[in-house]
């Protein structure tokens, strides 16, 4: 069974860069047709796609945000890790990593984790 934990600070001031890692279980983050998304809910709003990195290492963010975003991968601890730059507090939600096969896909979600930017 595929496990996703997120991990990373709950708090980040404005202007500085957040950075979460998810650490994958269960299965390789290089497995063939495998994407791992970054997905946010902010408060009292809907879920909002992020980005992803695909089992080849390419990667695709969300037009929105991807002059903010870099999502990179460290295949020997089997972890993929958002970059989110220059956050204000609009950027706080909390923060998800899932992956599926398919692009489309989002079979494997782990439980999130709460961002807040604030000074």
């Known amino acids: 069974q595929v496990q996703l934990q997120e991990s990373g600070p709950g708090l980040v001031k404005p202007s500085q860069t957040l950075s979460l890692t998810c650490t994958v279980s269960?299965?390789?983050?290089?497995?063939?047709?495998?994407?791992w998304h970054w997905i946010r809910q902010p408060p009292g709003k809907g879920l909002e796609w992020i980005g992803y990195i695909a089992y080849s290492g390419s990667t695709y963010y969300s037009p929105s945000l991807k002059s903010r975003t870099s999502i990179s991968r460290d295949t020997s601890k089997n972890q993929f890790t958002l970059q989110l730059s220059s956050v204000t507090p609009g950027d706080t939600a909390v923060y998800y990593c899932?992956?599926?096969?398919?692009?489309?896909?989002?079979?494997?979600w782990g439980q999130g984790t709460q961002v807040t930017v604030s000074s």
């Open positions: 269960g299965g390789s983050i290089t497995t063939n047709s495998y994407y």
């Open positions: 899932a992956g599926g096969v398919r692009a489309s896909s989002y079979n494997y």
